[in-house]
């Protein structure tokens, strides 16, 4: 049954993830026909959606941060062999935790504020998923089951509080006062016009560079540095490491206080760079879509980025394309998310094992 | 408080519990033969989607309830391929039959019905009615399945085998029985539960599908699982407190209490996953799962 598995190494990092997102996007295609509409022109409104204009294209970039986000958050914990899906509600403290730097300190001019609230989300969200990774480090606790309590109990804690503490006072909606206006993060049309270069406005802003800074970041931690090589050891072999001198449980902890704080980073984008208030749901799922973006940028930090424009590429295409067939509704991409994590994730042995047998093939016929 | 007020509300409890029970003990089947499914909220959202689809497009009930099970039992066979055959990772499949579930269900609804992924009001025999005592046939079905799940699990050949791929598929394979197989007709078991608990919820309990009408009580029904340490009777216990607390929630809504004043909902909401992390961390006793589950069966190691 277990047919020798060797792939060089390009086929495993770039063919063996393409085969399947291909095959992800036909099965797409296939419900897009089940529910009686043309997959071929949903596909070009969709990228004439998100590429095909500078507005759109300022939509996917903003999109794209957000999942950069989430997906480094996910691939971090990854590396340390765990498996971290509370993203939903370590970005949803965070939102809190930048909520209450930015309206409390908001005497502070913004070259202070902005960065003390970008610190006070990242600090939520890891404080948040350091419980998890405590429970699981000291207690053996499974933090897949934690964590997905843990989202649970965010999103309860943050309706109570919204309804109850933070709500602005005479507004019905459960939303807080806008946050003070030095501590909003420029949008990029705004930098770009400090400059005298007009581009499209749009909810882009600079986070994005944040995103990517935070991608370089978690490349040089991962593969440059001494804790991400033992952060790796642990994932690949937690025994070894101890024999190492690694503690698995010190591992675990840091890699999930660093996973915490990365998704902390989705409120930085969403709340700080457009809502500009701390409101319900506006994790939206982004969480889960980070897990689709590892397991398809195979948690290396360029994969992850290049999956998150292609997921930045279905949300803006997507809402335009539900503009256009109303009957292609954004869940569409919560579908196409599903399908990857099922083929990228959970059936990466059955891609695998048809790449090998395609390449062993052409290399007898070569032969 | 009135014996009337306690009635009511131990009422409400127990409708609350049922898909709780049913999705519970559907895990339970799942996970002690060694597959970990973390995607019965996506199960039970399929289940109540084609069920309340095909009890209005047929006008029965109980034709809802089939097409129910059938939804689940496709999306179970979906996570036994990846997570037994493919020998995958079972959580990232549970994740995805969970967005699958999700998005699919709201794409399907909308295309078909036009109401934003609600399906037509049901009405009349497109409900189940009450059977007795005021409740429906799958309160029945739900309470049923405790004792046979017990009985089957603990004192049959089955059962036995079952259990024991779940803690050591390596000598269930040597005694010549089939690893796959028994993990595949727990599967299976697994997604007509799901059906069932998902069935109530659109075709009993509600009129209709909502969007995500689940709402999360996939992973309360986890949350129950692991309170009952994986056996059937603590379940029915863990889901109808869980039931308990939910219904006592919303009787408590805007009630102040004597002492303590207005308990916050969300308080209430809060104590199912509250209890669940406690419990995990070992502080009140521990819960400790089948030792194989979450781990694919490699035969030739």
């Known amino acids: 049954m277990s047919a020798p598995l060797d792939l060089p190494k390009w086929a495993d990092t770039v063919l063996v993830p393409a085969v399947s997102v291909v095959c992800a996007f ?33 939509f996917t970039l903003f999109y794209t941060t957000d999942f950069i986000f989430t997906g480094l958050a996910v691939a971090v914990a990854y590396h340390a062999g765990l498996f971290n899906i509370g993203g939903e509600g370590q970005a949803t403290l965070g939102g809190l935790g930048a909520a209450l730097t930015v309206l409390n300190l908001s005497f502070l001019p913004g070259f202070l504020l902005i960065p003390l609230g970008i610190l006070g989300a990242a600090a939520f969200g890891a404080a948040w998923a350091a419980i998890p990774g405590y429970l699981q480090a000291k207690r053996g606790s499974h933090i897949v089951i934690t964590t997905i309590m843990f989202n649970w109990l965010a999103s309860v804690l943050i309706v109570y509080l919204l309804v109850n503490v933070l709500r602005e006072a005479q507004s019905m909606n459960p939303e807080t006062r806008e946050f003070p206006a030095q501590s909003h993060i420029p949008f990029m049309h705004e ?35 001494r804790l991400g090589y033992a952060i790796r050891v642990v994932g690949s072999n937690p025994t070894a490491a101890v024999y190492a001198g690694i503690s698995p449980a010190r591992i675990t902890i840091i890699a999930m206080l660093l996973s915490g704080a990365l998704a902390g980073g989705l409120a930085v984008n969403e709340l700080m760079g457009y809502q500009h208030r701390l409101l319900l749901e506006f994790t939206a799922g982004y969480g889960f879509v980070g897990i ?10 360029v994969g992850i980025i290049l999956a998150s424009l292609l997921f930045g590429i279905l949300y803006q295409g997507g809402a335009e394309l539900a503009f256009e067939q109303p009957a292609i509704t954004r869940d569409m991409v919560v579908v196409i998310s599903g399908i990857i994590i099922l083929f990228a994730g959970a059936l990466d042995g059955l891609f695998r094992r048809l790449v090998v047998r395609v390449l062993h093939s052409t290399k007898a016929a070569r032969a | 408080m009135e014996f009337s007020t306690i009635y009511a509300v131990l009422d409400s409890a127990l409708r609350l519990s049922i898909p709780l029970l049913a999705a519970c003990l559907a ?3 799942s996970e002690r033969s060694g597959v970990v499914d973390i995607g ?5 959202l399929v289940a109540a989607f084609a069920a309340a689809a095909a009890a209005h497009a047929f006008g029965s009930a109980w034709i809802g309830l089939m097409a129910g099970i059938g939804a689940a039992v496709a999306f179970s066979l979906i996570h036994g391929f990846a997570s037994i055959s493919q020998r995958g990772n079972q959580i990232v499949s549970g994740v995805a039959i969970n967005l699958l579930a999700a998005g699919l269900t709201a794409i399907v609804g909308n295309a078909w019905y036009g109401q934003g992924g609600r399906t037509p009001p049901l009405e009349g025999a497109e409900r189940f009615q009450d059977a007795l005592f005021g409740h429906s046939a799958p309160v029945y079905f739900a309470l049923l399945a405790v004792p046979v799940t017990w009985f089957v699990l603990a004192r049959t050949r089955f059962g036995l085998r079952l259990r024991a791929v779940g803690e050591n598929p390596a000598a269930v394979d040597t005694a010549g029985i089939s690893v796959t197989g028994l993990r595949y007709s727990a599967v299976v078991i697994c997604g007509v539960l799901c059906g069932l608990a998902g069935t109530y919820l ?36 863990a889901c109808f407190l869980f039931g308990l607390l939910d219904a006592v929630a919303i009787r408590l809504q805007g009630i102040a209490l004597p002492g303590i004043g207005e308990v916050p909902v969300q308080a209430i909401q809060a104590l199912p996953y509250l209890m669940t992390i406690i419990l995990l961390a070992g502080v009140i006793g521990t819960a400790i799962p089948p030792r194989a589950s979450g781990v694919p069966y490699v035969k030739e190691r």
């Open chain 1, 191 to 225: 930098v770009f016009a400090a400059f005298g270069i007009e581009i499209p406005s749009s909810q882009l802003n600079l986070s994005l560079i944040l995103a990517l800074a935070a991608a370089f970041g978690v490349w040089l931690l991962i593969y440059r540095s």
């Open chain 2, 202 to 237: 659109s075709v009993g309990q509600s009129a209709g599908f909502l969007n995500n009408m689940t709402a999360g009580k996939g992973f309360i029904a986890l949350a129950a699982l692991i309170f009952a340490k994986w056996r059937a009777w603590p379940a029915l216990g």
């Open chain 2, 27 to 29: 895990g339970l089947w």
């Open chain 2, 40 to 44: 019965l909220e996506g199960k039970m």
């Open chain 1, 26 to 58: 036909l099965v797409a295609g296939l419900v897009v026909l089940a529910i009686g509409e043309d997959p071929v022109s949903a596909t070009r409104y969709l990228i004439q959606g998100s590429l095909g204009s500078g507005e759109g294209l300022g």
């Open chain 1, 292 to 301: 689709a973006v590892a397991l398809m940028g195979r948690a290396h930090p």
